[in-house]
């Protein structure tokens, strides 16, 4: 089962951008709604609203920031599109868009986990899903068929699972590292620290730093009742080692090593 096109791209930026040159090179019509100059060479042509996006095309998706996404749901859900089949999103937080888009029936939760620390038009690339994780909330049979193949044409691996879920494992995998990141490098920089005195090692770490707060802001407005207690988890374990450094036994320390260890394992070394 396909989906219907012309495929309409509501932010044309990182994701949103990524999704229109895959989708271009597999010979669909893109058109897309983006104030950015520099989105119109992602798309074959341009409109000037949402509202006329959902007229003119049989499948949307809402690559926006989070708080916008919630907006476009209720702004394209309150008209009536003839030729509107489905509408999805991409934002990294699933429950208040699953919960604000409920019981419309062409609407379909999803998220691509894939992206960049650089973000806008220029940042697109057309394989930047290949072979990558795409989850969706699955919501019917018929509409989930529609999605999956979407996402197949993507060149990504389709992955059902519940908002509830999603957010919890994104607290974890994606939430809770920005906001580490952050940190540190936030200390970084109030210590006036010279970069020739870091390593790769500082660099990859602090590679998520890259990404902007305008992004991040509604990401953890809308997940903060999962991220803050992870925060004080972790929190907790760092509040350990330090006790283990000041009291001259690192057994805590050395056991978090060794989780650490088995971590790199299952996540990264894979990937390598």
Not at 87 to 108: H, L, N, T, Y
Not at 158 to 164: E, G, L, S
Request: aromatic share 6%; net charge neutral; with cysteine.
């Amino acid at each position: 089962m396909s989906f219907g096109v012309p495929l309409g791209i509501a932010g044309v930026g990182l994701i949103g951008g990524s999704i229109a040159l895959r989708a271009r090179e597999r010979g669909l019509e893109v058109i897309g709604f983006d104030r950015r100059e520099e989105s119109a060479a992602l798309v074959d042509r341009r409109v000037d609203s949402l509202q006329a996006l959902a007229n003119e095309c049989r499948t949307i998706v809402l690559a926006l920031p989070v708080d916008a996404t919630l907006l476009a749901i209720d702004a394209v859900r309150s008209r009536v599109h003839l030729t509107l089949e489905l509408v999805m999103d991409v934002a990294s937080v699933k429950v208040p868009v699953a919960e604000r888009a409920g019981g419309w029936k062409i609407f379909a939760p999803t998220h691509p986990i894939a992206g960049a620390e650089q973000s806008g038009p220029s940042a697109a690339r057309s394989d930047l899903f290949v072979d990558r994780i795409w989850t969706y909330v699955p919501t019917d049979a018929k509409r989930d068929a529609v999605v999956r193949a979407f996402i197949d044409t993507m060149g990504a691996r389709p992955f059902p699972i519940d908002a509830q879920a999603h957010d919890r494992a994104l607290t974890l995998t994606s939430h809770l590292p920005q906001v580490v990141v952050g940190a540190l490098a936030a200390m970084l920089q109030e210590r006036k620290l010279s970069p020739e005195l870091a390593g790769s090692g500082l660099a990859s770490t602090l590679r998520l730093a890259g990404s902007p707060w305008d992004l991040w802001e509604p990401i953890l407005k809308a997940n903060a009742g999962a991220i803050a207690p992870a925060l004080r988890d972790l929190s907790e374990k760092l509040q350990g080692v330090a006790e283990d450094l000041e009291g001259g036994t690192l057994l805590r320390t050395g056991s978090y090593f060794k989780s650490a260890h088995e971590a790199y394992e299952a996540f990264v070394k894979p990937r390598r």
